[in-house]
């Protein structure tokens, strides 16, 4: 059985750090653009159906996307492969988003994204589709205790500690894809999958090269 099946209705020196830590900031820790294929991404549902999903190398935002026709009467969605699993505590306060994009007038007002690891589960909402396909939506959410996580048993928000631990083993994310009420053949497209790295490291490397260069200047 995929995992939330049981919540799923829940619903100068200054120019030199800049050059220097920017580029290095700028890299996601993993990124889906569907422009070659489905990249590992599958398909889930409530009642256990584990599929991959259609690809089409046109029509996304821009080029490729995945999507899917519901599979059966249960809900379903988009479940991430293993490049964006892992230990990945380092996205921690940072972003994860992605564009979805539905075929039917949305019912529900929002989808969810659900995380699991460490013997946790948290869910967090975003706002669905406002329009119909060809429309693409950025939705974006942030992976930290205070943007709106909450664990789907108990309706509360995970501990910092509770967080960082999910992210250091990161063993299932999912992008909910469901947002017609009974539609059995309702479709939803996903494209522009990112998960941002922690960018304070990143810029802490910068500054040390900076550091390094006015020893060295000294």
Not at 74 to 97: D, I
Request: charged residues 15%.
């Amino acid at each position: 059985m995929c995992m939330f099946c049981r919540h799923w209705s829940f619903v100068s020196i200054a120019g030199l750090v800049v050059a220097v830590a920017a580029p290095l900031a700028a890299a996601p820790i993993a990124t889906s653009t569907f422009d070659a294929g489905d990249e590992g991404w599958t398909v889930v549902t409530t009642l256990g159906y584990q599929g991959p999903p259609q690809y089409s190398s046109t029509g996304g935002n821009p080029d490729g996307f995945i999507y899917a026709v519901d599979p059966d009467t249960g809900a379903w969605g988009f479940a991430a492969p293993a490049t964006f699993l892992g230990p990945v505590s380092e996205a921690y306060g940072q972003t994860f988003s992605f564009d979805i994009a539905a075929y039917y007038d949305p019912e529900y007002v929002s989808g969810w994204v659900g995380i699991e690891g460490a013997g946790y589960q948290f869910v967090c909402l975003f706002d669905a589709p406002a329009t119909t396909y060809p429309d693409w939506h950025g939705r974006t959410v942030w992976m930290t205790e205070t943007a709106g996580w909450v664990d789907p048993d108990t309706g509360l928000p995970p501990t910092s500690t509770q967080m960082m631990a999910v992210l250091s083993n990161l063993e299932g994310l999912v992008i909910t894809a469901e947002f017609v009420e009974g539609l059995e053949d309702d479709i939803s497209g996903l494209d522009n999958v990112v998960l941002m790295p922690e960018p304070g490291t990143l810029a802490l490397l910068g500054l040390g090269v900076v550091m390094v260069l006015k020893r060295r200047g000294a």
